[in-house]
């Protein structure tokens, strides 16, 4: 009789435990985005007063989620 019961609540035991790691646990690591900028900084040349100049900052999604870009401050 006491064999019965220690077989019951070892088989018990497994059951409750396999359960929780399969559902509980996941082996996925969650998606992301990560933002990789190559260039952070870039140096202008002089210029006169009211002269228009640009400059592209190119910026890679090295994640696998989407990346969304909601505000850029300058320096």
């Known amino acids: 009789m006491k064999f ?3 077989a019951a609540f070892f088989l018990l035991f497994c059951m409750v435990f396999s359960q929780t790691s399969a ?3 996941s082996k996925q690591t969650p998606q992301s985005p990560s ?3 190559p260039e ?3 140096t202008f040349a002089p210029v006169t007063d009211g002269t228009e ?3 592209d ?4 999604n090295k ?3 989407l990346l969304k870009i909601e505000s850029v401050k300058t320096g």
């Open 40 to 42: 952070s900084r870039y």
């Open 35 to 37: 933002a990789f900028v």
């Open 23 to 25: 559902f509980g646990v």
């Open 53 to 55: 100049i640009t400059h």
């Open 57 to 60: 900052f190119v910026i890679q």
């Open 4 to 6: 019965k019961i220690c």
């Open 63 to 65: 994640g696998t989620a």
